[in-house]
């Protein structure tokens, strides 16, 4: 079984920066394909940064802001987020493809991750 586990979420003005951890228990980590999403209330749920095979990719609206990582060591995912926003404000949620699908086109699509966490909390005020 496979759990994962976000923290690091918070509240934080914007220009402010935070980290997000999630903490993947299960077998062959490494060989995981992982991404974060975040939903904003009334709004679709949506991609935020992925890694797979050593790539990693973000969404336009990150790009150069926020840096995804993971730690194999640790078993650990991170998303450190700089230079905030409010229309960053959002529950952030990291997934897991275990099935190895993920590719630079299909990972903004959370039908292609099999594992999700419950989410970590972000606010950015103005």
């Known amino acids: 079984q496979v759990r994962l586990e976000e923290s690091g979420g918070g509240s934080v003005q914007a220009g402010g920066s935070l980290r997000l951890s999630c903490v993947v228990s299960g077998y062959t980590f490494n060989s995981y394909r992982l991404g974060w999403f975040r939903q904003a209330p009334g709004k679709e749920r949506q991609g935020v940064a992925a890694i797979f095979s050593g790539i990693t990719t973000y969404a336009d609206s990150v790009k150069g802001r926020f840096t995804i990582s993971k730690d194999i060591t640790r078993n650990t995912l991170y998303l450190q987020m700089d230079s905030l926003k409010a229309e960053d404000t959002a529950m952030y949620y990291c997934?897991?493809?275990?099935?190895?699908?993920?590719?630079?086109?299909?990972?903004?699509?959370?039908?292609?991750?099999?594992?999700w966490g419950r989410g970590t909390q972000v606010t950015v005020s103005s």
């Open positions: 997934a897991a493809d275990t099935y190895r699908r993920l590719n630079s086109g299909n990972w903004r699509d959370g039908t292609q991750y099999n594992y």
